[in-house]
C-alpha cells in the first residue's frame, strides 16, 4: 500500500467511524446474528494473492458489521460499559499510526514519561495520596495477578519465583463472595491455587465482607500453619456492586502485615467526585489499588491503571534483565514493563492526555452524576411499579431488578424469556445476574452518550414486555 493509498483509506475509516457512532441509536445494541452465520461467511483460506482494499472493506461492512455489539450505543446498560470517547480514539489513531512498543523507557521516552503525569493527574484526580504510583496495564485481571503475585513474593520471602512453591507453607488469601472472576484466575495463574483463596461472608445491604469474620479466618490459618499473604477487597462488584468496608479491611489485614488489593475496575471512575469517596474510605491505606478508565471514564479499551504504594516489591517479584533489555546509563528512569507480566507495552497514556483534556475533569464528573440521577430516576419508577421488584438498591449507576413472575410459571424461564425478549428487540441492552440464587436483571447507566431520553426508553421498553405476554 502507498501512501497516497493509505491516506485514502484512513481518511475513509475515519469518516467510517463518526458516520457509524451518528447512526448507533438507529441500530440494534446487541448483534442479532446467531453462533456460525459470520464464520460461515468468512473465506476458509488465507488468499494466495493479494486483494483491492475495496473488497475487503465492502467485506467488512456487509459480514463483520452485522455481528458486531455496539458497546458505544448509548442503550448499552448491559455488564459494564467499555467507552472510548471520541478524544480518547482520536489519540489511538495516531498510537496505532506510530505504533511504537513502549516496554523501556528508551524504546519511546515520551510514552514513559507521559504515562507517569497521567498516573499523578488521575491520583490526584481519585483523591488518592501523593505516595502512591503506579502504572497503566491492559485489563484489571493483569493488575490483579500482579498484587496477587506480590503477595505471595513478599510472603515467602521472595522464595515463590526461584524456588516454585513445592514444599513452601501454603499460602492463604482473602476476598468476599462478591469479587471478580479476575480474582480466582489469578489465584489459579500464581500458583496460589483456589482451595487457598478464602471466601470470607458478607453482610449488610453493601454486601461487604465482614471484618470479624476476615480476622477470625486469618487467626484460624495462623494456628493451622498456613501463611496468609493478602487480602482482595472490592468497590463495586461486577453482579450487583458490593462494597467493602475498605478501612476496616485494611486495619484488619495490616494487623496481620499482609498486602491489600482494591478491585475497584468499574467503580473507581465515580472517585473523581468527592461526594462519593466515602464508599471507598480507607484505601489510602490499601497497598493497590486498581481502576479500568476504559470502563465508565471513557479512555478507549484497552486502559487499566494500578496504583502501589510501594513499586520496589512489584519491580522485585516481576523485574528480570536480560543483556538485551539493559539500558546504559538510563539508570533512574522506569521501565514500565518491569510492572507487569506482558514485556510488551502499548502506548496507552496518550489516550488518557486527550481525554482528561479535551473534556476536564469537570465534564467527566457531570456525566458521572447524570449516570447516576438517572439509573435512580428508573429505579424509582421500577420500585413503584407493581410489575416489578427490586432485587438490589442502587450503588453507584446499578441496581438490580425482576418482572413480577407471573402465577403458575416457572420463575426462573420467565425472567430469562423476558429478558431474551428484550434483547431481541435491540433498543436496549440489559445481562442478568444470580443473586441469592435467584436470577435477576442487571441495570447500569454508564455509557458516554447516553441521554435522558435514553434511559426513558429503557424504562418505556421495560413497560412494554412486562404487559405482554413472554
Ligand atoms: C470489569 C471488572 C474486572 C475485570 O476487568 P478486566 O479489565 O476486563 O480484566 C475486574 N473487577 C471488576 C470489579 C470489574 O468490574
Not at 512489584?314 to 543483556?323: S, Y
Request: net charge negative.
Amino acid at each position: 500500500m502507498d501512501s497516497r493509498e493509505f491516506l485514502e483509506w484512513s481518511e475513509k475509516a475515519a469518516r467510517w467511524g463518526v458516520e457509524y457512532r451518528e447512526k448507533l441509536r438507529d441500530l440494534p445494541v446487541r448483534a442479532q446474528t446467531s453462533p456460525g452465520e459470520i464464520a460461515a461467511q468468512i473465506a476458509p483460506h488465507a488468499p494466495e494473492a493479494g486483494e483491492a482494499m475495496e473488497a475487503i472493506f465492502a467485506d467488512f461492512e456487509r459480514i463483520i458489521l452485522p455481528g458486531m455489539t455496539h458497546w458505544q450505543h448509548p442503550r448499552f446498560f448491559a455488564y459494564f460499559p467499555a467507552n472510548a470517547a471520541p478524544a480518547s480514539v482520536v489519540a489511538e489513531y495516531l498510537v496505532t499510526a506510530m505504533a511504537a512498543q513502549c516496554m523501556l523507557w528508551q524504546t519511546s521516552p515520551a510514552a514513559t514519561e507521559l504515562e507517569t503525569a497521567m498516573i499523578g493527574w488521575l491520583r490526584d484526580a481519585l483523591g488518592l495520596p501523593a505516595e502512591f504510583t503506579g502504572s497503566i496495564q491492559d485489563s484489571a485481571s493483569s493488575a490483579t495477578l500482579n498484587a496477587v503475585l506480590v503477595m505471595r513474593e513478599r510472603a515467602l520471602g521472595w522464595a515463590g519465583n526461584r524456588e516454585g512453591l513445592s514444599g513452601q507453607p501454603r499460602i492463604r488469601i482473602y476476598a468476599s463472595s462478591h469479587v471478580h472472576t479476575s480474582i480466582d484466575r489469578a489465584i489459579w495463574v500464581s500458583g496460589v491455587g483456589e482451595a487457598n483463596l478464602v471466601r470470607i461472608p458478607v453482610t449488610g445491604k453493601s454486601r461487604g465482607m465482614d471484618p470479624v469474620a476476615l480476622d477470625a479466618a486469618i487467626r484460624k490459618d495462623l494456628e493451622s500453619g498456613y501463611l496468609p499473604a493478602g487480602v482482595i477487597a472490592c468497590t463495586g462488584g461486577t453482579s450487583i456492586g458490593a462494597h467493602d468496608d475498605t478501612e476496616a479491611v485494611v486495619r484488619v489485614a495490616h494487623g496481620h502485615g499482609l498486602y491489600v488489593h482494591v478491585d475497584a475496575a468499574w467503580a473507581g471512575a465515580a472517585m473523581i467526585c468527592p461526594e462519593l469517596r466515602s464508599f471507598w474510605r480507607g484505601v489510602e491505606t490499601a497497598d493497590s489499588v486498581v481502576f479500568n478508565p476504559h470502563k465508565w471514564l471513557g479512555a478507549q479499551f484497552d486502559c487499566s491503571v494500578q496504583f502501589i504504594r510501594d513499586p520496589d516489591s512489584l519491580v522485585r517479584t516481576l523485574a528480570i534483565q536480560p543483556e538485551y533489555l539493559k539500558t546504559s546509563g538510563k539508570d533512574g528512569f522506569i521501565n514500565y514493563s518491569e510492572w507487569s507480566v506482558p514485556l510488551g507495552r502499548r502506548f496507552r497514556a496518550l489516550k488518557l492526555w486527550f481525554l482528561l483534556r479535551h473534556h476536564g475533569l469537570e465534564g467527566l464528573r457531570q456525566m458521572i452524576r447524570n449516570h447516576i440521577a438517572w439509573a435512580e430516576e428508573l429505579y424509582r419508577r421500577l420500585k413503584t411499579d407493581e410489575r416489578f421488584e427490586i432485587t438490589s438498591e442502587p450503588f453507584l449507576s446499578l441496581f438490580s431488578f425482576r418482572p413480577v413472575v407471573p402465577a403458575g410459571q416457572d420463575e426462573e424461564a420467565y425472567v430469562q424469556r423476558f429478558l431474551d425478549a428484550i434483547n431481541n428487540d435491540g433498543r436496549i441492552y440489559l445481562t442478568q445476574t444470580r443473586l441469592e440464587g435467584k436470577l435477576v436483571i442487571r441495570f447500569q447507566a454508564g455509557q458516554f452518550d447516553m441521554r435522558q431520553e435514553d434511559a426513558e426508553m429503557a424504562h418505556a421498553v421495560l413497560s412494554e414486555f412486562a404487559d405482554q405476554p413472554i
